[in-house]
Nanobody
Framework: RVHLVESGGGSVQAGGSLRLSCVGS????????MAWFRQVPGKEREGVAV????????NYADSVKGRFTISQDNSKNTVYLEMNRLKPEDTAMYYC????????????????????WGQGLQVTVSS
């Protein structure tokens, strides 16, 4: 079973930066889609960015394009989300997710596509 652990959340002022990390373990298939989601109370979980483990797919939500960068270090089983020029509306719980895949992904699949989730961490951006 895949186990995901996020780290790197916290509080920052608008315009600042944070880097989130997601360390995974228990991978048994040859290829996975790794994703970052976020959620604020009362709203649906929103896909932020995805990357597959062979780097053929990287997609971003329009709201973060040009500000956030997803990357991975397969030697460390770690996916990163570099968040720059943060805005108060980026405030949310951020979650790492993973699922085994075999084909090409052309967007950010919805939450029910993923079989594995981290515990989440809080990112707060103050104005």
């Amino acid at each position: 079973r895949v186990h995901l652990v996020e780290s790197g959340g916290g509080s920052v002022q608008a315009g600042g930066s944070l880097r989130l990390s997601c360390v995974g373990s228990g991978f048994t298939y040859s290829r996975y889609l790794m994703a970052w989601f976020r959620q604020v109370p009362g709203k649906e979980r929103e896909g932020v960015a995805v990357i597959d483990t062979d780097n053929t797919t990287i997609n971003y939500a329009d709201s973060v394009k040009g500000r956030f960068t997803i990357s991975q270090d397969n030697s460390k089983n770690t996916v990163y989300l570099e968040m720059n020029r943060l805005k108060p509306e980026d405030t949310a719980m951020y979650y790492c997710a993973a699922t085994a895949i075999s084909g090409r992904i052309h967007a950010i699949p919805p939450p029910d596509y993923y079989g594995f989730w981290g515990q989440g961490l809080q990112v707060t951006v103050s104005s």
